[in-house]
């Protein structure tokens, strides 16, 4: 434990409660200074009993688990909850230790070489580079955390608060229906269905939407399948064309299940590991998701010329501005069509014939 100064920034260099070594910087100035003296005063004094009986304070594994139980006491899906828990896990304990006092995780020399661990460090899952997505995923998800845990006293400030998410790139969308009948040759029978229905009803994959679909969210009568969207907390009525309602009813005969999507008599939790693995052996190189097919859904329709406002509210978009600004990119050729709406300027030396009004 020792106290130093680097470009006129004073710190502590101390052991924490995971026996590792941590810094902790105090800003600049004669007052920078005195804290740290202090601080490191403090952890010296804390060295002299066993550290089971010091008095450390809240650690980042008990905000964890008080938001976890948050999350399950609000409702929030399973996979919502897996997801923060792995990001703990294999992220947050292992980078600064359960143990680790919330009061002690400063930006500059705890966030900041935690973000730069996640982006050298492959994924555990994928075996990849994370993305700059991801990145901002697990970010977003920590400042959560540590708001959480300001906003119920176990820390005094948030070290997120520097932090800003950075801009990504638009995904490249490159999925083909060529690939989307190779990757159904090659998937199993469950899977197969799951991509007919999310094609059809530009549904959300996973339990928050695919997944949860029941029988009784299909309007026979009607022609139409009402979705709960569980991100924006609102249902949407979806029509569906008769070759797929057709499909429904046979589906339908052979359930065992009151989910629409079914695995040997059971509800499907999970679809993306037996989505890959379809991918891999349809031999498709390039990246592709299931989430795809609701691109697929939303830019068939846009590009053949259909409403906007309409498959915005097909899609259980907050608004259609949200709509344009996720699709348009992908729309080939708008821009020159309405270039060509044009008039042609009359040639010089004769004038303008006013146009009648309508």
Request: with cysteine; net charge positive; aromatic share 10%.
């Amino acid at each position: 434990m020792s106290v130093y100064e680097r470009d006129g920034r004073w710190g502590c260099a101390y052991k924490g409660p995971d026996n590792k070594r941590h810094d902790k910087s105090f800003g600049y100035g004669p007052s920078a200074e005195a804290a740290a003296y202090a601080f490191d005063a403090a952890m010296k004094s804390r060295a002299l009993v066993p550290f089971v009986q010091q008095p450390i304070g809240p650690v980042l594994r008990q905000a964890v688990d008080s938001y976890l139980d948050h999350l399950r006491a609000q409702g929030k899906s399973q996979s919502h909850i897996s997801n923060v828990q792995y990001m703990a896990t294999s992220l947050l304990y292992k980078h600064f230790g359960p143990l680790m006092p919330l009061d002690m995780i400063n930006y500059s020399d705890g966030i900041v070489p935690f973000i730069n661990h996640m982006r050298s460090i492959p994924s555990s899952r994928t075996g990849a580079v994370r993305s700059q997505a991801s990145v901002n995923r697990y970010c977003c998800f920590l400042r959560t955390i540590f708001n959480y845990a300001v906003a119920n006293g176990l820390m005094a400030q948030n070290p997120m608060t520097q932090w800003h998410k950075t801009k990504e790139p638009p995904r490249q969308f490159q999925i083909t229906l060529e690939d989307v009948a190779r990757i159904m040759k090659h998937a199993d029978v469950h899977v197969r269905w799951a991509i007919e229905v999310c094609f059809n009803l530009g549904v959300r994959s996973g339990d928050s939407e695919l997944l949860s679909l029941r029988w009784i969210d299909v309007d026979w009568e009607r022609k139409q399948v009402r979705v709960y969207g569980r991100k924006t907390k609102t249902y949407r009525v979806i029509p569906v064309k008769d070759a797929f309602l057709e499909r429904l009813r046979k589906m339908r005969a052979i359930s065992l299940t009151e989910f629409i999507i079914e695995y040997r008599g059971k509800r499907v939790n999970r679809i993306q590991k037996a989505f890959r693995m379809a991918c891999r052996r349809a031999g498709i190189e390039h990246s592709v998701r299931m989430y795809d097919l609701r691109h697929m859904f939303a830019t068939f329709m846009l590009s053949n010329g259909a409403d906007l406002a309409a498959v915005s509210k097909l899609l259980g978009h907050s608004s259609v501005t949200m709509t344009a600004n996720v699709y348009y990119q992908y729309l080939e050729g708008e821009k020159e069509r309405a270039v060509a709406l044009l008039p042609e300027l009359p040639p010089l030396g004769q004038s303008i014939v006013p146009q009648p009004s309508l």
